[in-house]
């Protein structure tokens, strides 16, 4: 591309004021060899006409020194054909200013600081420009928009149903013998409507009704899927019959470790008989998009055995009493335990949430109906009736033949033709002794996705979904943001695989995911990214001549978008990458990047901060901010007028996990005075969109010690911190303390090398 660059300072919303915007145009006429054009408002009428006037006589790479990037993105998009960066000199300068302290003198240099600051940040976005280069999409020849939705329950039936409903073509695979899955077995339905009192016929055999006769459904029971190989827009599915052995099954994931014990005789293949992972199916059937809807199993609850479950025979799960009341065989009298009790008073089932605390409230109904005198006990640590169906729960609570009570029952054992259930800690202050004729115990809802591989992929990181102990066995992208998404792009889990969920939320869930399934076949179809990255026409490029095979980019992508040869080259499929950069930020010969975002690219942002000679008052400090959660909280710092430390230059990143330490070295190297990453939560309550990117980040910047010992620095020179999106007031004291670190330690010694 033959560039023609010009750049627009605005001086609105108090840039103006503030900046020196004669001097801040010479920085980028002289320095940068830009155009350079001032305006009232950018993103007004005649700002947009002028930046558009000057595109149609030939400008094709525009840097806009205004507001954030994360906000008038339509006002500042001029179309494919033009390259457009901004500098962020609102929020993150002009906003963020240091204000003094009531009844002190504001510091001399003040302004200078200032316009020091917003200079760097224009020179960083020159050179950006000057380096980025335009992108083109990632199209596929031939693009299946078929979905395939795995599972025929009621999240399956109704995703089949919407996606069909919006003109295109599902197959529908279940592994039983017939569709409804485990509703086929429910008597009835949660309300819906108010009065929300009364129960509702299961609408299953309808909903399978709708399927069975829509023509875009092809429609296949007694069948699984063996494998799914490929990428969105071009799955590879291999099917086969339910409880079939075949040489297509997707093969477990054997390590590099695994690998040479196989090779000495030290372990048996586990994979003997099947196909490598890489291996085409001529058979296969090509699905652009894949939903999930495989559901749920009943949690293991035989443990509690003061409970009796499996010794006792009246001792029941919910799931068995829901068939035993859709046949009619209800006993009189039946107790309903909510949680194990015992010494952990306080504990519900594993897996026990708002749904299962309904399913009492409703099979203590059938009790009622089909028992004149009969009576339902339900004990509970915890009741969960959230929305509208808080009145359902008081319309159980007005029933005569209810009886409902917080007690952790601590015994349940014969007692003649009866069963005997103690429990302490009642809400009435006294313990209880029940002799009833069942038990039931709410067994929670556990994906499928726990404990077996269920997606079954022929992916190098192995047929499951990966790191599932962090999100308890579901198939988690980022449950807060990123509903119905998996860790591998173009697979939409939605039901009781994605969470516990009635019926009706069920039918909403699955309608999601399969309007997600869609998204992703148009995303595709135009060779963008489809999260959450969305519309990103980027994809990672691999300088394969260099490339040693260490397998680093393809171990820690998260979302397996990397397969590799026996030799360990990496084999990039591009519509499963989701552009985080993980891969690029892993690489120690620096061969992959993008065209707008790359080892070169940042390396000369870096180098291009103006870093003053030894001066206490202007040391330099980089902070590579995740762009999901850190640089909007900084935006959102600078609106509420929480001052940032004029010795800080913020470079946005896609993900921590795309920072090459090599960053690192450049900025110290080029005299930076310290750096610091400031990325998403990981861990327990992680936080990061890319998964595991803050996490690796983390590890990397654990090694980076070494390193610079090496140059002769203070490993405190480099820090990593998490920070939410929320964390707006926090992050000005965090920046400030490192800065305080630096300022203690001295300048760089590298300075003017």
Not at 137 to 162: D, Q
Request: glycine letters at 8%.
């Amino acid at each position: 591309m033959d560039k023609k660059y010009c750049a627009y300072l605005c001086s609105g919303c108090g840039i103006g004021d503030a900046l020196d915007m004669d001097a801040l145009a010479e920085v980028v006429t002289g320095e940068m060899s830009m155009d350079c054009k001032t305006a009232d408002c950018l993103c007004g009428s005649e700002g947009r006409s002028l930046i558009e006037n000057d595109i149609a006589e030939g400008v094709n790479t525009v840097v806009v020194g205004a507001c954030s990037p994360r906000v008038m993105q339509n006002e500042f998009d001029f179309g494919e054909g033009t390259i457009t960066v901004r500098a962020n000199l609102r929020e993150q300068v002009v906003w963020a200013e240091v204000k003094p302290v009531e009844g002190e003198e504001p510091h001399a240099e003040a302004a200078e600081f200032l316009n020091e600051t917003a200079a760097d940040y224009m020179r960083m976005a020159c050179t950006q420009a000057q380096k980025t280069q335009p992108a083109e999409p990632h199209l596929l020849e031939n693009l299946s928009r078929k979905i395939l939705v795995m599972g025929g329950g009621i999240a399956g039936l109704t995703a089949a149903k919407e996606a069909a409903a919006a003109g295109y073509e599902v197959t529908l695979v279940e592994k039983g013998d017939k569709l409804g899955g485990k509703a086929s077995d429910w008597r009835k339905s949660f309300p819906t409507k108010s009065p929300w009192t009364d129960l509702e016929d299961n609408p299953v055999a309808a909903l399978i009704a709708e399927v069975e006769s829509d023509s875009k459904i092809t429609v296949r029971t007694g069948a699984e899927v063996a494998r799914i190989a490929g990428g969105p827009g071009a799955f590879k599915v291999s099917m086969k019959a339910t409880g079939a052995e075949t040489e297509w099954d997707a093969p477990d994931k054997v390590t590099t470790e695994e690998r040479e014990k196989i090779e000495k005789g030290e372990m048996e293949d586990p994979n003997t008989g099947l196909m490598d992972y890489m291996a085409d199916d001529p058979n296969a059937e090509i699905h652009g998009a894949v939903v999930l809807a495989t559901g749920w199993v009943p949690a293991d609850v035989s443990e509690y055995e003061h409970l009796g479950y499996g010794a006792i025979k009246n001792v029941v799960t919910n799931v068995e009493f829901e068939k035993l009341a859709k046949e009619g065989k209800v006993p009189e009298n039946v107790a309903f335990v909510q949680s194990p009790g015992g010494k952990d008073d306080d504990k519900d089932f594993p897996y026990c949430n708002s749904v299962t605390s309904m399913v009492a409230l409703k099979q203590a109904q059938y009790v009622c109906e089909d028992n004149e005198e009969g009576k339902a006990y339900v004990l509970y640590q915890h009741m969960r009736t959230p929305g509208s169906q808080e009145l359902f729960y008081k319309s159980a609570q007005q029933n005569d033949g209810i009886f409902m009570t917080k007690a952790a029952v601590t015994k349940v054992e014969e007692n003649g033709t009866k069963l005997r259930v103690s429990a302490e800690d009642t809400l009435l202050g006294e313990n209880l002794e029940l002799d009833v004729d069942m038990v039931v115990l709410a067994a929670g809802m556990e994906p499928t996705t726990k404990e077996e591989d269920t997606i079954n992929l022929a992916y190098r990181q192995g047929p499951a979904f990966i790191d599932l102990e962090l999100f308890d066995g579901y198939a988690d992208s980022h449950f807060i943001c990123f509903p119905y998404e998996t860790r591998r792009t173009g697979v939409y889990t939605c039901g009781g695989v994605r969470k516990a969920e009635t019926i009706d939320e069920t039918i909403d869930d699955a309608t999601g995911a399969a309007l997600k399934a869609i998204q992703c076949l148009e995303s595709t179809d135009r060779g963008v990214s489809v999260h959450p990255r969305s519309g990103d026409q980027t994809w990672p490029d691999f300088f394969m001549q260099r490339c040693t095979q260490c397998k680093r980019c393809t171990e820690e992508c998260p979302f397996g978008a990397l397969d590799d040869d026996e030799k360990g080259t990496p084999l990039p499929n591009n519509t499963r990458c989701r552009r985080c950069g993980t891969c690029m930020g892993a690489c120690p010969e620096r061969i992959i990047g993008f065209t707008d975002y790359n080892i070169d690219l940042i390396g000369s942002m870096i180098k291009s901060v103006e870093v003053p000679e030894e001066d206490d008052d202007r040391l330099r400090i980089v902070v590579f901010a995740c762009e999901n959660d850190a640089y909007p909280a900084l935006d959102m710092a600078g609106m509420k007028g929480n001052g940032i430390n004029h010795m800080i230059r913020f470079i946005p990143v896609r993900c921590l996990g795309s920072v090459n330490m090599a960053w690192i070295r450049d900025a110290l190297s080029a005299g930076m005075d310290g750096a610091m990453l400031l990325g998403c939560t990981y861990g327990d309550d992680y936080q990061c969109h890319f998964i595991k990117g803050s996490e690796i980040a983390n590890k990397r910047m654990e090694n980076i010690g070494d390193t610079l010992s090496t140059l002769g620095l203070e490993s405190e020179r480099c820090a990593a911190e998490q920070v939410a999106i929320t964390d707006y007031d926090k992050i000005p004291q965090i920046l400030n303390d490192f800065v305080e670190e630096i300022v203690e330690m001295g300048p760089n010694p590298f300075k003017g090398f």
